[in-house]
Antibody, heavy 124, light 105 residues
Framework: QVQLQESGPGLVKPSETLSLTCTVS????????WSWIRQPPGKGLEWIGY???????NYNPSLKSRVTISVDTSKNQFSLKLSSVTAADTAVYYC??????????????????WGKGTTVTVSS | SYELTQPPSVSVSPGQTASITCSGD??????ACWYQQKPGQSPVLVIY???KRPSGIPERFSGSNSGNTATLTISGTQAMDEADYYC????????FGTGTKVTVL
């Protein structure tokens, strides 16, 4: 079965760029959408954005100016970059596979496979 | 921006039924899904497309969605169901609910 694993620095300095990679194993990255979600300590889930294997993206408007999600199909990986980080970006970051489609006028989007998450702390 | 509101907490006795609501403007015109998250673990999808259960999710989990409210129902609640639950929908972007902590007393 498909498994996801996040990797990247656990500590990032304020104003720098947070960079994480998600490695997909047990299946191909092709033909699916891939998402990033974060969860600040003690708080709820926040959707960051997604990328289709072909490269098209959709970002949360609240983060859009600072976020870039990219995909490397040759490595079965996708990545997250978040620039100009502050302490408010401290969170557990999850990658997930998203299922996207529509039935008539109804559009669905849900995440059926999640990584274990990686903690990123923003501090000097 | 679109918002989904859930009650902060729900308490239920073992074997009883727990109902968790998720409210949003015309949510019934969208598809809702639900995730279960236990402490220190990543979320697990328990309901998608309003009422469908992924493989491996017990039948005691069910969902509905109409009007402005989606509901996750846990029938015959077990101690292992104690967790945080989040609803989620799509409104040109992914939107999560505020989350509900289910306590099995």
């Amino acid at each position: 079965q498909v498994q996801l694993q996040e990797s990247g620095p656990g500590l990032v300095k304020p104003s720098e760029t947070l960079s994480l990679t998600c490695t997909v194993s047990g299946g191909s990255i092709s033909s699916y959408y891939w998402s990033w979600i974060r969860q600040p300590p003690g708080k709820g889930l926040e959707w960051i954005g997604y990328i289709y294997y072909s490269g098209s993206t959709n970002y949360n408007p609240s983060l859009k100016s600072r976020v870039t999600i990219s995909v490397d199909t040759s490595k079965n990986q996708f990545s997250l970059k978040l620039s100009s980080v502050t302490a408010a970006d401290t969170a557990v970051y999850y990658c997930a596979r998203a299922i996207v489609g529509a039935t008539g006028d109804y559009y669905y989007y849900y995440m059926d496979v999640w990584g274990k998450g990686t903690t990123v702390t923003v501090s000097s | 921006s679109y918002e989904l509101t859930q009650p902060p907490s729900v308490s239920v006795s073992p074997g009883q039924t727990a109902s968790i609501t998720c409210s949003g403007d015309k949510l019934g015109d969208k598809y809702a899904c639900w995730y279960q998250q236990k402490p220190g673990q990543s979320p697990v999808l328990v309901i998608y497309q309003d009422s469908k259960r992924p493989s491996g999710i017990p039948e005691r989990f069910s969902g509905s969605n109409s009007g402005n409210t989606a509901t996750l129902t846990i029938s015959g609640t077990q101690a292992m169901d104690e967790a945080d639950y989040y609803c989620q929908a799509w409104d040109s972007k992914g939107v999560f609910g505020t989350g509900t902590k289910v306590t099995v007393l």
